[in-house]
């Protein structure tokens, strides 16, 4: 492929610099732009790599008019997140961007990435699995919820970043891509590879009573043509594996320190006090009224605090604090 000039667009700092490095390999001249308005200069393509549902969308809207403008190519990147505020505003990109194209005004191609994980990725970014490895890593219970039968399109971080690079050479404009796997992995899979890796050290615990977050199905769009994942999942979660925090070793016990006081002598006081004893009967009653109440009293706790949640939700709305409300938003949920 002819090199070409390349701006990478509000994408995640590590994850940027590695794409940038890959696309200098082949030949290519890349700028990153991590915030702002875009640049003046002229760039054959460009990746809209967002993440924070603000730059999503107004993002969008800024590179829309800088390829009209310059006659550029634009990529823009669907993540696999657990963020519904994202979810909206990448949805939001989408129709925006498809309309545009509709009309003929730019040339745009729409990658989804599966979920990503492997080095350099929050755990939570991962989802299920994300979690499953914070969980081994701190020598916990691998906790699945449900039946452990959730699913998920795992995609190791170095096959993510290759099947961005070939987009350019391999991706048609108008056309939506998925990058991830054929076939997806379920949390219990997942549960009992790290269970074999780590030597049966760690047991697997079941919340069946509770589900886990709401599955999003396959990842839309067709294969991208000559892409093909190199990182088995086994590899994959090895590799993260060796990146992964370790256990914090717990603390046996705190004492106060060994403190010398002057010798005082005081005079000897007696008290003797006698507290009242229930009687076992009312001990009894008391615990019966105690259980019976319990649920009562959790629900209320619980929807006091989601009320609460929900109200800071809409003032970080309002004051179009993106971050802080998607935080109320999860503690509500």
């Not at 545009?100 to 994980?117: D, P, Q, V």
Request: hydrophobic content about 40%; glycine content about 8%.
């Amino acid at each position: 492929m002819t090199p070409s000039q390349i701006l990478l667009a509000y994408g995640e700092r590590n994850f940027a610099k590695r794409l940038k490095g890959i696309l200098e390999q082949e030949g290519h001249r890349v700028a990153v732009l991590p915030e702002g308005d875009p640049p003046k200069a002229r760039y054959d393509l460009i990746f809209q790599l967002a993440r924070d549902p603000a730059d999503v969308a107004e993002g969008t809207r800024l590179l829309l008019e800088k390829v009209r403008k310059d006659k550029s190519r634009l990529f823009f990147v669907g993540w696999r997140l657990d963020s519904k505020l994202y979810d909206e505003a990448a949805r939001f990109a989408r129709t925006y961007l498809e309309d545009a194209a509709r009309r003929n005004e730019a040339e745009i191609t729409i990658l989804n990435m599966g979920r990503i994980y492997g080095p350099e990725v929050d755990p939570p970014d991962s989802g299920a699995l994300g979690h499953l490895i914070v969980e081994f890593a701190q020598g916990n219970t691998l906790t699945l919820y449900g039946e452990g039968k959730d699913e998920d399109y795992y995609l190791f971080l170095e096959d993510a970043l290759e099947g961005l690079a070939t987009a350019p050479e391999s991706a048609q404009p108008g056309e939506t891509y998925a990058i991830a796997p054929s076939i997806p992995a379920t949390s219990e899979a997942a549960a009992k590879m790290l269970y074999d890796l780590g030597g049966g050290r760690h047991e697997i615990g079941f919340h069946r009573g509770l589900s886990a977050l709401e599955e999003k199905g396959e990842i839309p769009g067709k294969p991208l043509p000559e892409f093909k994942i190199k990182t088995s999942f086994h590899d994959g979660i090895l590799t993260f594996l060796k990146t992964a925090p370790t256990p914090t070793p717990q603390k046996t016990g705190w004492r106060l320190p060994h403190l010398r006081a002057p010798l005082l002598r005081l005079p000897s006081i007696s008290l003797k006090l006698k507290a009242p004893r229930p009687s076992r009967r009312k001990l009894i009653a008391a615990g019966i009224v105690l259980l019976i109440l319990s649920p009562l009293l959790y629900l209320i706790g619980g929807v006091g605090w989601s009320a609460y949640q929900l109200n800071r939700t809409k003032s970080a709305l309002l004051a179009a604090d993106f971050p802080r409300a998607e935080a109320a938003s999860a503690s509500a949920a």
